[in-house]
C-alpha cells in the first residue's frame, strides 16, 4: 500500500507534506553522532562508571532524535557505535572523517563531556561539514547535576543550538572561517 502511495505521488511529483519530491530530498541531510567521551574528575569515592555510561548513551541519542525532529536530518550510523572506538578520544580524526565519510553523512557531530564535581559538569560538542571537512559548529557547555534529567536538559539545550546554527548559513560560515576552516585533523 505505502509503495503504491509513493508511486502515484512520484506520478503527481509530491511529498506526502504536498512539496516537490526532489526538494524535499534535496534538503534532508544526513548527520551522525559518534559516541561522547567521559571524564570523570569528581574525586567522589562511588564507582558510577555504569551510570555514567548510560547517561551518555541517552546524551547521544537524544541528540540524534532531537536533530531528527524537524526532519530536517536524517540520523545514519557510523557503524561502529558499538565498538569501544568509536569517539574522537579513541580514534583518530582522519578515521573518524573515514567512518562518516563511508556512511554518506553530511554532519558529524562529536564531543566529550567531563564531570568536575558532583553539581557541575561541562562539555564540548562540534558538528563538522564532512564534505567541506570543517568545523561549523563548536560549542563549550555546562550544566548542573549528574542525573538523567541534567544530561537529556543539556541535550536539548544542544540540539537547540546546533538546528539554530546550522539554519542560518551566515552563522555556519562564519563559525567556520574564523578559526580558517580547520576540520577533523
Known amino acids: 500500500m505505502r509503495a ?3 508511486g502515484v505521488l512520484g506520478i503527481l511529483g509530491l511529498a506526502a ?5 526532489g526538494s524535499a ?3 534532508t541531510q544526513t548527520v551522525a553522532v559518534a559516541k561522547f567521551d567521559y571524564t570523570d ?3 567522589e569515592i562511588r564507582d558510577q562508571a555504569a551510570e555514567h555510561a548510560a547517561r551518555l548513551k541517552a546524551f547521544r541519542s537524544r ?3 532531537g536533530l531528527a525532529a524537524d526532519g530536517s536530518y536524517v540520523p545514519i550510523s557510523l557503524g561502529c557505535i558499538e565498538e569501544d572506538a568509536c569517539s574522537l578520544g579513541t580514534l583518530r580524526p582522519e578515521l573518524m572523517l573515514r567512518r562518516a565519510r563511508e556512511a554518506g553523512a553530511d554532519y558529524l557531530v562529536v564531543g566529550e563531556v567531563h564531570k568536575m564535581s558532583t553539581l557541575v559538569g561541562f562539555g564540548r560538542v562540534d558538528v563538522l561539514d564532512v564534505g ?4 561549523v559548529f ?4 555546562s550544566f548542573r547535576g549528574d542525573t538523567d534529567d541534567a544530561f537529556d536538559r543539556a541535550a536539548d539545550f544542544v540540539v537547540k543550538d546546533i538546528l539554530r546554527t546550522l539554519a542560518e548559513p551566515a552563522a555556519q560560515n562564519a563559525e567556520a572561517d574564523k578559526d580558517g576552516g580547520r576540520g577533523l585533523r
Open 138 to 141: 563548536d560549542r563549550v557547555i
Open 132 to 135: 567541506a571537512d570543517r568545523i
Open 25 to 27: 530530498i534535496a534538503e
Open 17 to 21: 507534506g504536498g512539496m516537490p519530491i
Open 4 to 6: 503504491k502511495l509513493m
Open 41 to 43: 574528575t569528581s574525586g
Open 63 to 65: 541528540l540524534e532524535t
